[in-house]
Protein backbone atom coordinates (compact mmCIF):
# COMPACT_ATOMS: atom_id res chain seq x y z
CA UNK A 1 0.00 0.00 0.00
CA UNK A 2 2.99 2.28 0.75
CA UNK A 3 5.08 1.61 -2.11
CA UNK A 4 1.78 2.63 -4.14
CA UNK A 5 1.34 5.38 -2.88
CA UNK A 6 5.03 6.76 -3.15
CA UNK A 7 4.73 5.99 -6.82
CA UNK A 8 1.01 8.02 -7.51
CA UNK A 9 3.26 10.65 -5.94
CA UNK A 10 5.53 10.02 -8.40
CA UNK A 11 3.84 9.73 -11.43
CA UNK A 12 1.79 13.26 -10.45
CA UNK A 13 5.08 15.10 -10.41
CA UNK A 14 6.34 13.96 -13.07
CA UNK A 15 2.92 14.57 -14.75
CA UNK A 16 3.26 18.18 -13.61
CA UNK A 17 6.86 18.99 -14.19
CA UNK A 18 6.07 17.52 -18.43
CA UNK A 19 3.15 19.69 -18.38
CA UNK A 20 5.30 22.89 -17.02
CA UNK A 21 8.10 22.09 -19.55
CA UNK A 22 5.26 21.85 -22.21
CA UNK A 23 3.83 25.32 -21.40
CA UNK A 24 7.50 27.10 -21.29
CA UNK A 25 8.98 25.53 -24.67
CA UNK A 26 5.98 26.52 -26.76
CA UNK A 27 5.31 30.04 -25.37
CA UNK A 28 9.13 30.42 -25.95
CA UNK A 29 8.79 29.08 -29.54
CA UNK A 30 5.50 31.22 -29.98
CA UNK A 31 6.80 34.35 -29.34
CA UNK A 32 9.99 35.86 -28.61
CA UNK A 33 10.00 39.22 -26.20
CA UNK A 34 11.75 41.83 -27.56
CA UNK A 35 12.84 44.60 -24.82
CA UNK A 36 11.86 48.35 -26.19
CA UNK A 37 13.68 50.91 -26.61
CA UNK A 38 13.05 53.49 -23.83
CA UNK A 39 15.35 55.94 -25.52
CA UNK A 40 17.16 56.42 -29.14
CA UNK A 41 20.79 57.59 -30.27
CA UNK A 42 21.30 60.25 -32.60
CA UNK A 43 24.87 59.37 -33.66
CA UNK A 44 26.24 60.25 -36.88
CA UNK A 45 26.67 57.58 -39.66
CA UNK A 46 30.10 57.65 -39.63
CA UNK A 47 29.93 56.87 -35.91
CA UNK A 48 27.59 53.35 -36.88
CA UNK A 49 29.90 51.53 -38.51
CA UNK A 50 28.52 47.44 -37.90
CA UNK A 51 26.86 45.89 -40.77
CA UNK A 52 23.19 46.06 -40.41
CA UNK A 53 21.30 42.94 -40.87
CA UNK A 54 17.65 43.29 -40.33
CA UNK A 55 15.51 46.65 -39.39
CA UNK A 56 12.51 47.03 -37.07
CA UNK A 57 10.42 49.98 -36.42
CA UNK A 58 9.21 50.72 -32.91
CA UNK A 59 5.81 52.55 -32.82
CA UNK A 60 5.59 54.67 -29.89
CA UNK A 61 3.78 52.73 -26.67
CA UNK A 62 5.12 54.06 -22.96
CA UNK A 63 7.89 53.70 -22.11
CA UNK A 64 8.68 52.47 -25.24
CA UNK A 65 9.50 55.56 -27.69
CA UNK A 66 9.47 55.51 -31.66
CA UNK A 67 12.45 54.18 -33.18
CA UNK A 68 14.12 52.37 -36.08
CA UNK A 69 16.00 49.68 -34.81
CA UNK A 70 19.33 47.96 -36.29
CA UNK A 71 20.06 44.84 -35.88
CA UNK A 72 23.26 43.97 -36.24
CA UNK A 73 25.82 40.81 -35.00
CA UNK A 74 26.65 43.13 -31.82
CA UNK A 75 22.87 43.45 -31.02
CA UNK A 76 20.18 45.66 -31.45
CA UNK A 77 20.67 49.74 -32.01
CA UNK A 78 17.97 52.44 -31.09
CA UNK A 79 18.18 55.37 -33.07
CA UNK A 80 16.07 58.37 -34.07
CA UNK A 81 13.78 57.51 -36.44
CA UNK A 82 13.94 61.44 -38.09
CA UNK A 83 17.67 61.19 -38.65
CA UNK A 84 18.39 61.30 -42.62
CA UNK A 85 20.91 58.74 -42.52
CA UNK A 86 18.72 56.43 -40.67
CA UNK A 87 15.43 57.17 -42.92
CA UNK A 88 18.42 56.05 -45.99
CA UNK A 89 19.79 53.16 -44.34
CA UNK A 90 16.35 51.68 -43.53
CA UNK A 91 14.32 52.09 -46.52
CA UNK A 92 15.78 49.28 -47.99
CA UNK A 93 14.93 47.03 -45.63
CA UNK A 94 11.34 48.11 -45.47
CA UNK A 95 11.13 48.21 -49.32
CA UNK A 96 12.06 44.61 -49.07
CA UNK A 97 9.88 43.15 -46.27
CA UNK A 98 6.92 44.78 -48.11
CA UNK A 99 7.89 43.07 -51.34
CA UNK A 100 7.72 39.77 -49.88
CA UNK A 101 4.25 40.35 -48.45
Do not use: H, Y
Amino acid sequence: METQRILMRSLAVVVFASVIWTITVSADNDQKVRPCCTAVSRITRAQFTDPIIGVRLQKQSPPCVKAVIFETERGDFCLDPRLTWVKKEAKPFFRAQRNKA
